[in-house]
C-alpha cells in the first residue's frame, strides 16, 4: 500500500507525528502538498469529500481518508509494525497519544493564547505570562507523567519492549521543546532522565537518522508548533 | 458488564461525554467519585495503576482502565451499541470525536485562555479578546463543519442512519455552548439547522431525557467547561 499525506508543505506542525511513522517503518508515501499542484489538490478534498476532514494532516490509504492525527497513528500503528496487536495495548497507545495531542495543542498556545487568528506580535506579553505556567508547571507535568509511564512500563520503549509510534512522538516533543525553549527543557529534563535517553536512541535509529539528514525533514521555523522565541524562555 | 466511571464529582466536565454513552445505553455503572470516599479511590487509582491515566476522566472494564475521552468512546462504542461495526466506519467515528475533543478545549479556554492555573478573574481581559475570535470564527467553523458531515451523511444522525455517541457529544455541546453564550450561539445556530433539530432529537430520546430530569445529571456551574459569564457572550 502506497500511502498520501496531505499537510501543510512549511512546517513540520502535526503532521510531522504522521511523517516520522511513515519514515521509521520506511513506508511508501507522497507528501502531496509538497509537490507541484499538491496544495490545491489538498484544497479540493477538504472541499469535496463526504467525509471531509475538519484540518490537515489527513491521509489517504486507499479508498479510506483519515484526519486527525491519533486517529491516522491508530491506524497505521498495526499496519506499519509500531503497534501492539491486542486491544488492550493499542487502547493504551492511543491513550497516551492522546496525552500527546493535549501537550501540542498547549504548547502551541505558548505562542498563541488569545487567538490563533491573531499575530504572535498582538499576544506576546500574554504569551509570556501563558509560557510562564507552561515551563513552570504544565510541561514538568506532562513529560513527568510520561517518564512515570516509561518506568512503570520497565523500558526501554514506553511499551516496554514494544517499540511504538507514542515513542517517536515522544522522540519529536522533545526535539522541539528543546528547540523552542533550550533553557527551559534544560531545567525540565534534569527529572526526565530516562525521556531523554529515549530521545537519543530514537534519533539514532537509521531510518529516522537518513529522515533527519534528508530535505525531507523541514527545519523548524517561525511558523510551527515549535518556535524559538527568546523572551518566553524566561 | 458493570462499568465503574471515575471523574470529578461537581461537574459535567469532560467526564459527561461519557455519561451520556452510558445513560443512552441504559448501561450498568457507578459514578465513583459522587459517591462516599470515591474522590479518595480517584486519586489512589491515578497514582498507582501501572498504566496510569494522566486526568479524570477515566473507566473501569473488568481489568481495563481507560482514560481519554475519546479512547473511552471509542472502547465502549461498539459494546454499547452506539458506534459502527465496520473499522472505516470506526476510525471516522473517532475522527469525529478527536474534533470535538480540540473543540471542547477551544471552548474551555474561551474562560481561561492564559493558564488553568490561574483564576478567571485574573484573565478576564483576555478572556474576552479570545472569546471573540471564539464566537465570531471558531465556533461557527466548528459547528458549521458538524452541519456539512451531517447533510453529507444524509441524516438523521450524524452517521446518517446509525445513532452514536458523535450525536450525543454533540448534544452536550450545543447545550453547554446555549448555556454559556445565550446571545452568540442564537447567531450561530441560524447556519445550523440541522445540528439544532438533532440536538432536539437527542433531548428526547427516552433514557436521556429521564437522565436529564435526575439527579445523576449535574447542573451546569462556574467550575465547569461552559461558564456563562455575561461579560463574554458580547
Known amino acids: 500500500m502506497r500511502y498520501q499525506l496531505y499537510y501543510w508543505p512549511?512546517?513540520?506542525?502535526?503532521?510531522?507525528?504522521?511523517?516520522?511513522?511513515?519514515?521509521?517503518?520506511?513506508?511508501?508515501y507522497?507528501?502531496?502538498?509538497?509537490?507541484k499542484g499538491?496544495?490545491?489538490?489538498?484544497?479540493?478534498?477538504?472541499?469535496?469529500?463526504?467525509?471531509?476532514?475538519?484540518a490537515p494532516p489527513f491521509l489517504k490509504a486507499g479508498r479510506l481518508t483519515i484526519a486527525q492525527v491519533a486517529d491516522i497513528l491508530f491506524y497505521l500503528?498495526?499496519?506499519?509494525?509500531?503497534?501492539?496487536?491486542?486491544e488492550a495495548g493499542r487502547l493504551w497507545l492511543q491513550q497516551l497519544q492522546l496525552t500527546v495531542t493535549d501537550f501540542v495543542k498547549e504548547i502551541h498556545d505558548t505562542h498563541h493564547p488569545v487567538g490563533s487568528g491573531l499575530y504572535y506580535e498582538?499576544?506576546?506579553t500574554e504569551?509570556?505570562?501563558?509560557?510562564?505556567?507552561?515551563?513552570?508547571?504544565?510541561?514538568?507535568?506532562?513529560?513527568?507523567?510520561?517518564e512515570?509511564?516509561?518506568?512503570?512500563?520497565?523500558?526501554?520503549?514506553?511499551?516496554?519492549?514494544?517499540?511504538?509510534?507514542?515513542?517517536?512522538?515522544?522522540?519529536?516533543?522533545?526535539?522541539?521543546?528543546?528547540?523552542?525553549?533550550?533553557?527551559g527543557m534544560a531545567r525540565i529534563e534534569r527529572a526526565t532522565p530516562g525521556l531523554t535517553a529515549l530521545h537519543e536512541r530514537v534519533a539514532q535509529r537509521p531510518r529516522?537518522?537518513?529522515?533527519?539528514?534528508?530535505?525531507?525533514?523541514?527545519?523548524?521555523?517561525?511558523?510551527?508548533?515549535?518556535?524559538?522565541?527568546?523572551?518566553?524562555?524566561?
Not at 507522497?30 to 509537490?35: K, Y
Not at 500503528?77 to 491486542?86: E, F, I, K, T, Y
Request: hydrophobic share 40%.
Open 127 to 146: 504569551a509570556q505570562r501563558y509560557t510562564q505556567g507552561f515551563l513552570g508547571a504544565r510541561a514538568p507535568k506532562y513529560l513527568g507523567y510520561f
Open 10 to 28: 512549511d512546517i513540520q506542525g502535526r503532521g510531522e507525528f504522521v511523517r516520522l511513522a511513515l519514515e521509521d517503518a520506511g513506508a511508501a
Open 38 to 54: 499538491g496544495m490545491a489538490r489538498m484544497m479540493a478534498i477538504m472541499k469535496e469529500e463526504k467525509r471531509p476532514p475538519f
Open 208 to 234: 529516522i537518522k537518513a529522515y533527519l539528514a534528508s530535505e525531507r525533514r523541514i527545519p523548524f521555523n517561525a511558523s510551527g508548533i515549535f518556535r524559538r522565541y527568546p523572551e518566553l524562555d524566561g
Open 148 to 183: 512515570r509511564v516509561l518506568k512503570n512500563s520497565g523500558g526501554p520503549n514506553l511499551l516496554g519492549r514494544k517499540f511504538s509510534y507514542i515513542d517517536l512522538s515522544m522522540f519529536q516533543l522533545i526535539e522541539g521543546l528543546r528547540h523552542a525553549f533550550p533553557k
Open 122 to 124: 498582538d499576544q506576546k
Open 77 to 86: 500503528g498495526p499496519r506499519l509494525r509500531l503497534a501492539p496487536a491486542d
Open 30 to 35: 507522497d507528501d502531496v502538498a509538497r509537490a
